[in-house]
């Protein structure tokens, strides 16, 4: 009996460490989300990337947050995203844009904004002044955005993108990809272990540009890889994009291993 009891004595020792270790991982990762949150440019760090230039169309990024927005800015937020996103998500979108409106002004909501210095033959006079009239504060007119957050996820700390959004006059002039590359450079520099994004699957060409452009893959977490069956009914992926071998065996668990469970 008294041997029994010392080997169950060293099984509960044995425990005890690693639920502290669990504690302590929890507390690393809050830490990396609160530091990586408190960042009040990240531009700071990727010099290279506040200007992007190509013929006839000269842009410059700055950063922000969601509870600094001004109104003019708030308005532009809201119209794009009625403009871009009104169509994929369908009968889907009056709920959804009360959702996204209350994520826009969040304190933790960070942003890359697209600001155009210059739009050069891209577009006309009219297009120019329409534009112009969208969003425009004395550094010019604001074009696009990036909204994404530090979060953890399936235990892990992660950059989430929540939106990527471009008018449709400076799509196709690869700020999107731009943009995407900018994100990855936060997410690593602020050790995070994968991107992570949402995209509706009627929105082919966002799923085009992720999985074939930038190379993201449809994360485990994502309802097609938890229940094909849920996956069906579901109108939306989740992709990611892992940097370290931890967040890659979470979020980016081959199939055969998820079909094999």
């Given amino acids: 009996m008294e041997s029994k009891g010392l080997s169950r004595n060293n099984r509960e020792n044995k425990a005890k460490p690693k639920r502290k270790e669990i504690i302590e991982k929890r507390k690393a990762m809050d ?8 960042e009040k440019d990240y531009l700071s760090a990727f010099p290279a990337f506040r200007h992007y230039q190509i013929s006839g169309l000269s842009a410059f990024l700055e950063s922000g947050r969601g509870d600094k927005l001004s109104s003019p800015v708030k308005q532009f937020i809201q119209n794009l995203l009625k403009a871009n ?5 369908g009968s889907e979108w009056p709920a959804e844009e ?3 409106r209350r994520e826009m002004v969040a304190p933790e909501a960070r942003y890359v904004f697209v600001r155009i210095a210059s739009l050069g033959e891209f577009l006309t006079t009219s297009e120019r002044e329409k534009t112009a009239a969208s ?3 004395e550094r010019g007119p604001i074009v696009g955005f990036v909204h994404f957050r530090f979060v953890i996820e399936e235990e892990l700390p992660v ?3 929540y939106e990527l959004q471009l008018e449709p006059r400076v799509q196709g002039k690869g700020l999107g990809k731009f943009l995407m590359q900018l994100i990855e450079l936060i997410a690593c520099k602020n050790h ?5 994004l949402t995209v ?10 992720y999985l074939y452009k930038m190379r993201y893959v449809t994360s485990t977490i994502s ?7 849920i996956g069906i009914e579901k109108s939306y992926e989740i992709l990611c994009k892992t940097f370290s071998n931890e967040a890659k065996a979470i979020l980016e668990e081959p199939l055969e291993l998820v079909h094999s469970v």
């Fill in 98 to 100: 009360k959702v996204k």
């Fill in 223 to 229: 309802p097609s890889r938890v229940d094909p069956l």
């Fill in 31 to 38: 830490a990396l989300i609160k530091v990586a949150s408190a």
């Fill in 85 to 89: 996103m009104e169509g994929p998500y």
């Fill in 200 to 209: 509706q699957k009627a929105n082919s060409a966002a799923m085009n540009f």
């Fill in 192 to 196: 995070m272990g994968a991107v992570v």
């Fill in 159 to 161: 950059l989430y993108v």
């Fill in 135 to 137: 969003c425009v504060e």
